[in-house]
């Protein structure tokens, strides 16, 4: 069974670019997760979507947004790219909110570096 | 104060040792636990969930105290590969996951 998949792995960005990053989930899952995860840091919840919705937003500025797709698929966007936002972005896919204990599954995860 | 909360080591113990961690949370709401392990600059890998009744998978034991909201891993006979770092994982029915900022366990020979 094929894990979640993110593109790119890697990607260079300047200050003010925006950038899409894209997470494909393990079949059968349809709620995906997005983490920032900077370097030597925790990892800080993002966004959560569920059957096509957002279902929870961390604490992040409304520049991060992303949405998912019928097929699950999932795009996290970050607009007026920031130095800080500097940092491994990991996806994880689960069963879904009605599951008690949805196990999440990451990606390898995509590092954006801002220049 | 964090909503989870974990010691970050590093704990630095001989293989073969006993190693236990714990991680304390402070959403009373909180339904689901986890421990996962990350190794450097990969993603986190689930290690187990953690149930009310406790679990354990081969040399790894979790609990659960509601109560006290912490949860526990313990590791026996720790081997090389089990170096890296241990995260807590706390779920809400809300979707949210919060995520401790992890302990560092480094095995040595």
């Known amino acids: 069974e094929a894990g979640v998949t993110q593109s790119p792995t890697h990607l260079i960005k300047t200050r003010g670019q925006q950038v899409t990053l894209r997470c494909s989930p393990i079949s059968g899952h349809t709620s995906v997760y997005w983490y920032q995860q900077a370097l030597g840091l925790g990892l800080q919840f993002l966004l959560w979507y569920d059957e096509g919705e957002e279902r929870n937003r961390g604490n992040f500025p409304p520049r991060f947004s992303g949405r998912q797709f019928p097929n699950y698929s999932s795009e996290l966007n970050v607009n007026a790219l920031e130095l800080e936002d500097s940092a491994l972005y990991l996806c994880a896919s689960s069963k879904g909110q009605l599951i008690s204990y949805n196990e999440q599954f990451f990606g390898p995860g995509t590092r954006l570096t801002v220049l | 104060r964090k909503e989870v909360e974990q010691d970050p080591g590093p704990f630095n113990v001989p293989e073969g040792a006993t190693v236990a961690f714990n991680c304390t949370y402070s959403?009373?709401?909180?339904?689901?636990f986890f421990w996962y392990r990350q190794d450097c600059r990969k993603e986190p890998k689930l290690l187990m969930s953690?149930?009310?009744s406790g679990n354990e998978d081969g040399r790894f034991t979790a609990q659960l105290n509601r109560a006290s909201q912490y949860i526990s891993l313990l590791i026996r006979d720790s081997k090389l590969s089990d170096s890296a770092t241990y995260l807590c994982v706390v779920n809400t029915n809300a979707g949210k996951s919060t995520f401790g900022d992890g302990t560092t366990l480094t095995v040595k020979p």
């Open positions: 959403n009373s709401a909180s339904q689901s």
């Open positions: 953690v149930y009310s």
